[in-house]
C-alpha cells in the first residue's frame, strides 16, 4: 500500500537517520498517491528502527509504515493533477 511520494519519503528517512532533525516530505497535488488514501508523507528524521524499514520497503508498504508513524498527508481528492511536490527542511 502506498505510492511514489511515500515510498520516497521512506528511503529518504532510511537513509537520513546519521543526519541532524530534517523535515521529509512528498504528496501528490490530486489528492492520491498511489493505491492509497493519502496524497503523501511528512516525516522528521526520527530514529527508527532500520530493519523495520527495510521490510516495509521490500514489501512496498510504505502507506502503512506511516500510518502507524500518523506522519500521511490526508487532502482528500482535489480534482487536480498538476504535480507531486517534495521538500526538505533542515
Known amino acids: 500500500m502506498g505510492g511514489r511520494n511515500q515510498e520516497l ?3 529518504l528517512l532510511k537513509n537520513t537517520q546519521k543526519f541532524k532533525k530534517i523535515v521529509i516530505a512528498s504528496m501528490g497535488t490530486d489528492g492520491i498517491d498511489g493505491n ?3 496524497a503523501g508523507a511528512i516525516t522528521e528524521n ?3 528502527d532500520l530493519n ?3 521490510e516495509f520497503l521490500k514489501n512496498s508498504d510504505s502507506g502503512r509504515f506511516f500510518q502507524k508513524q500518523k506522519g500521511s498527508i490526508i487532502t482528500d481528492f482535489t480534482h487536480t ?3 507531486d511536490i ?3 527542511l533542515r
Open 81 to 83: 493533477n498538476l504535480m
Open 52 to 54: 523495520i524499514m527495510k
Open 86 to 88: 517534495g521538500t526538505i
Open 36 to 38: 492509497s488514501v493519502f
Open 46 to 48: 526520527v530514529k527508527v
Open 9 to 11: 519519503v521512506l528511503r
